[in-house]
């Protein structure tokens, strides 16, 4: 019901852009339902950065770290040569 109001923090589409260019693969793990994770992406306009997507619906429990750790099995990235970009509440 809040997803309409929600708004990405200032340059998060950036960000995976210049991820991207770099030749990275972009893996965006979400904690929460699939639906919100692809509003946020359709959000965002950032799909043709995206590597793969992970949510909740993809993993048992999605915190601390399994959805995280679905992301780069997913793409067989190992966990040291990763970065995770993470905004946290206000």
């Not at 929460?32 to 946020?40: G, P, V």
């Not at 601390?64 to 966990?79: D, F, H, K, T, W």
Request: glycine share 4%; no cysteine; aromatic share 6%.
């Amino acid at each position: 019901m809040y997803l309409d109001n929600v708004r990405a923090f200032d340059h998060a589409k950036d960000i995976v852009q210049r991820a991207h260019a770099d030749g990275l693969k972009v893996v965006l793990a979400f904690s929460a339902k699939r639906d919100e994770l692809d509003h946020y992406v359709e959000m965002l306009d950032i799909v043709r950065y995206l590597t793969a997507t992970t949510s909740i619906d993809d993993v048992d429990a999605s915190k601390p770290a399994p959805v995280i750790l679905a992301g780069l099995g997913e793409e067989r990235v190992a966990a040291d040569a990763a970065v995770v970009v993470r905004r946290y509440g206000l």
